[in-house]
């Protein structure tokens, strides 16, 4: 009887060892195979080239900070007042206003008294006193005095009245004189911008007495 429970209680204790070993292998969990997934292979370093070292990241160089340099406005073309010319102002200079009341051609007939006027203007810087005169220059000498002094003085601005009397000449025909202004130094001058245009008479002569023209006052 004794040998029968051991027995069975060996039988037992074989079926409780078998039972824990199905519980375990149950319990185990199954490995996990990847579907279609290639392995990469391994590259392989060539046998003649040595390993290629591993480069390692390093912080960059700090960068230099450069002054910006600030930026200048476009140059602009400044417009000056031009600098004022002086004017240049001739001492003896004159101009011509008007012929008087005997313009170029008049006709007068042999013999006519001709009072011939002109109306001049001191453009120049110096005052004529009454040693300036008028001069005879060419053509033909109505006048047998060649000169005829100012009668008064003209300063710069003013005008005066140089008036000349003679007769027409007994031959008919045109007859042209030609007078210019002197200083008292001898310094002949005449009008326009040069100063170098003599003032003229120029008449026209008829045959047979005519009337007298008159003076410009």
Same mark, same amino acid.
């Given at each position: 009887?004794?040998?029968?429970?051991?027995?069975?209680?060996?039988? +037992?204790?074989?079926?409780?060892?078998?039972?824990?070993?199905?519980?375990?292998?149950?319990?185990?969990?199954?490995?996990?195979? +990847? +579907?279609?997934?290639?392995?990469?292979? +391994?590259? !392989?370093?060539?046998?003649?080239?040595?390993?290629?070292?591993?480069?390692?990241?390093? %912080?960059?160089?700090?960068?230099?900070?450069?002054?910006?340099?600030?930026?200048?406005?476009?140059?602009?073309?400044?417009?000056? %007042?031009?600098?004022?010319? !002086?004017?240049?102002?001739?001492?003896? =200079?004159? =101009?011509?206003?008007?012929? $008087?009341?005997?313009?170029? $051609?008049?006709?007068? #007939?042999? @013999?006519?008294?001709?009072?011939?006027?002109?109306?001049?203007?001191?453009?120049?810087?110096?005052?004529?006193?009454?040693?300036?005169?008028?001069? *005879? %220059? #060419? $053509?033909?000498?109505?006048?047998?005095?060649?000169?005829?002094?100012?009668?008064?003085?003209?300063?710069?601005?003013?005008?005066?009245?140089?008036?000349?009397? *003679? #007769?027409?000449?007994?031959?008919?025909?045109?007859?042209?004189?030609?007078?210019?202004?002197? %200083?008292?130094?001898?310094?002949?001058? $005449?009008?326009?911008?040069?100063?170098?245009?003599?003032?003229?008479?120029?008449?026209?002569? =008829?045959?047979?007495? @005519?009337?007298?023209?008159?003076?410009?006052?």
């Amino acid at each position: 009887m004794k040998n029968k429970r051991i027995i069975l209680a060996a039988f +037992a204790l074989s079926v409780l060892i078998l039972i824990s070993c199905n519980l375990v292998t149950v319990l185990q969990p199954a490995p996990v195979v +990847a +579907a279609n997934v290639t392995p990469i292979p +391994a590259t !392989a370093t060539p046998p003649d080239q040595p390993p290629q070292p591993i480069l390692q990241a390093t %912080d960059p160089s700090p960068r230099v900070q450069v002054p910006s340099t600030p930026s200048l406005p476009a140059p602009t073309l400044g417009i000056s %007042d031009p600098t004022p010319t !002086a004017t240049i102002t001739v001492c003896d =200079q004159a =101009q011509l206003v008007s012929e $008087g009341n005997q313009p170029v $051609g008049t006709v007068f #007939h042999s @013999g006519d008294a001709v009072v011939k006027t002109w109306q001049v203007m001191n453009s120049g810087s110096c005052t004529w006193t009454t040693d300036y005169k008028v001069v *005879f %220059d #060419h $053509g033909y000498d109505f006048v047998s005095t060649r000169s005829v002094n100012l009668v008064k003085p003209v300063v710069p601005g003013q005008t005066v009245n140089i008036i000349l009397t *003679f #007769h027409a000449p007994d031959p008919q025909g045109n007859y042209a004189s030609y007078w210019n202004l002197e %200083d008292p130094n001898g310094t002949i001058f $005449g009008v326009g911008p040069n100063g170098s245009v003599p003032l003229s008479i120029r008449i026209n002569v =008829q045959s047979g007495p @005519g009337p007298m023209p008159t003076a410009m006052k």
